[in-house]
């Protein structure tokens, strides 16, 4: 039983890192966008939106799992890495149209 929690804690303290370098990514982004054009400011604003609600999904679901018990955790981790997932492919996509 000991190693599922050690299992879950290596898996919380890696997604919260992922997170952490996530909300930084996002916030260099909003400094971009202040500097930027009035129209690229526009596209800016519609990504920094759209990604600042998949991660906001992400936390909700991260949460869930860090409340989860032993048993539940494994079930809710696959909902959480599909959320991830689709953060992350947004992430790529927002930051390929601003370089």
Known sequence: MANQSETKQAYEA???A???KL???IDEMKAKAQQAKSDAQ???HNKIEELSSKRDAV???FQELQNSGEEA???LKGGF???WGDLQ???DSAVSKFK
Request: aromatic letters at 12%; a positive charge.
């Open 18 to 20: 992922q997170l952490d």
């Open 42 to 44: 526009v596209n800016y």
């Open 81 to 83: 890495d599909k959320a």
């Open 14 to 16: 890696k997604v919260k």
């Open 89 to 91: 492919s947004a992430f």
């Open 23 to 25: 909300n930084a990514q």
């Open 73 to 75: 955790w494994e079930d």
């Open 59 to 61: 936390k909700t679901k």
